[in-house]
């Protein structure tokens, strides 16, 4: 184990276990090596390595930075648009000000593959119940519609505003349950 980091092997030297786990299959459920899946094998340190691949360890930082988000997403980018093509990523921000410039909220969000996705959605408690949420999603839509995508989606707790987003013409696409513990996280869609 690396100081600060936990680190598991990926690989070992046992010719035998490499020459076993290199016959394996892809399964239904993943990669099928007799009883043991690969995720049981790295759950008892256990590793594999098929046939000319460099070893890796898994880490774990104390302090994930920006620069450990992106060597995540880096080869999900390049797998994503190598399937998909350009997803045309535009950040989405509409903001609330006061008289005096102040911030009282606002939307932020990204279009990304022909959907605008509303990440965040917040009034000041000040200005609540005045439409301001309202005008804000009205505005998202019309930068969506404006922009070719196909429809908005957003996610929210069930302590938050399903209830809004469903007068807006929004509907439930999925639920996560104990999301937290003992409630729920909704994923709404509006499609035009």
């Not at 690989?11 to 076993?20: C, F, G, I």
């Not at 239904?28 to 594999?48: K, R, V």
């Not at 093509?85 to 950040?91: K, S, T, V």
Request: proline share 5%; aromatic share 10%.
């Amino acid at each position: 184990m690396q100081s600060g980091r936990h680190a598991t092997p990926l690989a070992r030297n046992n010719s035998s276990e490499v020459k076993q786990l290199s016959k394996c299959g892809k399964g239904g459920a993943g990669f099928q090596c007799g009883l043991q899946t690969i995720a049981e094998l790295c759950q008892f340190g256990a590793a594999f390595q098929p046939i000319g691949i460099m070893s890796l360890q898994i880490t774990i930082p104390e302090a994930p930075s920006d620069a450990d988000r992106d060597a995540v997403l880096a080869p999900l980018r390049e797998y994503n648009v190598s399937q998909a093509g350009d997803p045309q990523l535009r950040p989405v921000a509409i903001l609330l000000k006061d008289d005096a410039g102040a911030s009282a909220g606002g939307l932020w969000g990204k279009i990304a593959y022909d959907w605008l996705f509303v990440e965040l959605l917040a009034v000041s408690p000040k200005h609540r119940g005045q439409n301001y949420g309202t005008a804000l999603m009205h505005e998202a839509e019309r930068i969506a519609r404006e922009a070719g995508c196909l429809g908005l989606w957003l996610d929210t707790y069930a302590f938050q505003a399903r209830g809004f987003y469903e007068k807006l013409g929004f509907t439930v696409f999925g639920t996560l349950e104990d999301h937290p513990k003992g409630s729920r996280r909704f994923f709404l869609q509006k499609r035009f």
